[in-house]
């Protein structure tokens, strides 16, 4: 009897506590929907009249309202601070990994990957929470907005805007793609391959993208606009982008704006439906009473249950919000694009016309070497080619101009450059390049 009286005046705070589950602030949205239809339940049964609510009622939504809601703007600050500190976090790309589980076939940036999953990861709580759904919307609003700004910050730097007067860049593609006209007029040309002309592009037949007077009779009129322009003004070093790092970022800057761009419509789409239900858990996943936990990548923990609910209906100026920015990250795609796609023209300019005006044309035993600019213009073209074959689409690959069809020219040219002895003879050869480089109706049969 001692033996029994001793140990039940043990104190009870040395129990070991049997938690049904790991602490966790996400738990909430588990048990937040069961919680709310038994506060509705206790209401009816003690009959509150008007708007009281009860106690119970009060204390979970001051905790999401106060609390968890805070904790999730905290973290999304972080995470977006984290991918868009400086312009180095935007040369940054996802793993083979992450690329598979969100279904990219190119290269994304970091940023752009976290972007995704915080969307994802807001989504679900909307599901999980949909009272609340309107604040997560908003907070999906406020994050694209602060991701688009940091990117055209970033593709800005990339092209050296200095910020102040009309001309903040003496950069050459970047002021074209600036100036709305010049820039309506390219992309308005048959060889634009926007999103308007994506799916035309990709299915056109292979012969006639290799059939060259078929480019051309598309290229024609940007012919033109750039021989005009550049062909009487030698283009100086601040003039044309160098950095080949910097063609690759804004190669994959593009891909990834073009691919964010077609999520988020997508996700627009999703709150505009009907049936809204989220297709990241299954049927049967949604029975087992048991929740769970399912990590989704860059510190971000979703847990699953069976309360998941449908999102209300979204306000139309959310829906307008969504649907504008989707439009101002292509937009940013789309620059990129066709900023990368006027730098090669720039490139084959201002290499070549230094060719013509500093090489020596005399020929003797010693003058074997190949000239130095056709050198450099074909290191820069190959550059080019292996940036846009491994970052981009092929039909974006075909618009660059990034084709064996040039660069074999250009060995040619490489070739030959060193024994030509007439002025004559190099102009021909610049315009037979050119001719495939911007489809040139000015080409020439070389003998």
């Not at 009622?57 to 991918?83: A, P, Q």
């Not at 990861?121 to 009272?131: A, E, I, R, V």
């Not at 249950?305 to 449908?310: L, V, Y």
């Not at 292996?386 to 070739?415: H, P, W």
Request: contains cysteine.
């Amino acid at each position: 009897m001692r033996m029994m009286m001793t140990h039940m005046a043990k104190p009870l705070h040395n129990t070991k506590p049997q938690l049904l589950c790991k602490p966790n602030p996400r738990n909430i949205t588990v048990v937040f929907c069961p919680l709310m239809s038994f506060v509705s339940e206790i209401e009816a049964a003690i009959r509150i009249q008007g708007e009281m609510r009860c106690t119970l009622y009060g204390f979970i939504t001051d905790y999401v309202k106060d609390i968890f809601i805070e904790e999730i703007l905290f973290d999304i600050r972080e995470k977006l601070r984290e991918v868009t500190i400086d312009t180095d976090t935007f040369r940054r790309t996802t793993d083979a990994n992450i690329l598979k589980l969100l279904g990219a076939s190119r290269p994304l940036l970091q940023s752009t990957a976290t972007v995704e999953q915080l969307i994802q990861d807001l989504k679900n709580l909307m599901h999980s929470l949909p009272n609340y759904s309107p604040q997560f919307l908003e907070m999906v609003c406020k994050m694209l907005t602060i991701f688009k700004d940091s990117c055209y910050e970033t593709y800005k730097v990339l092209l050296k805007y200095s910020g102040d007067g009309d001309k903040p860049t003496r950069v050459f593609s970047a002021n074209w793609t600036k100036d709305e006209d010049i820039s309506r007029c390219l992309r308005s040309l048959p060889n634009w391959p926007g999103i308007q002309h994506h799916h035309s592009h990709r299915q056109r037949k292979e012969d006639e993208e290799q059939d060259v007077e078929a480019v051309r009779k598309r290229n024609q009129k940007e012919t033109d606009i750039l021989t005009d322009n550049l062909a009487k003004h030698l283009l100086d070093d601040r003039e044309v982008l160098f950095e080949v790092r910097d063609h690759r970022t804004l190669a994959n800057l593009q891909e990834s704006m073009e691919w964010l761009a077609g999520h988020i419509r997508g996700f627009t789409t999703s709150l505009t439906a009907q049936s809204t239900a989220i297709s990241l858990v299954t049927s049967e996943s949604q029975e087992r009473i048991k929740p769970r936990e399912v990590y989704g990548g860059y510190g971000i923990t979703y847990v699953y249950g069976r309360n998941w609910q449908e999102i209300p209906p979204v306000s139309q100026e959310i829906i307008q919000s969504l649907t504008t920015l989707a439009e101002d990250f292509q937009n940013i795609s789309e620059s990129c694009l066709l900023v990368l796609h006027l730098e090669i023209r720039c490139h084959c300019f201002y290499y070549l016309m230094r060719a013509v005006q500093e090489s020596n044309y005399m020929c003797n035993s010693n003058a074997m070497d190949p000239d130095a600019n056709v050198n450099n213009l074909n290191k820069s073209l190959s550059s080019f080619e292996e940036i846009a074959t491994a970052c981009m689409g092929q039909y974006k690959f075909r618009y660059l101009g990034c084709s064996q069809n040039y660069l074999r020219v250009v060995f040619d040219v490489q070739s030959i450059f060193h024994s030509l002895s007439q002025v004559i003879f190099v102009f021909a050869l610049v315009l037979h390049l050119l001719s495939f480089v911007i489809g040139s109706k000015y080409s020439y049969n070389m003998p």
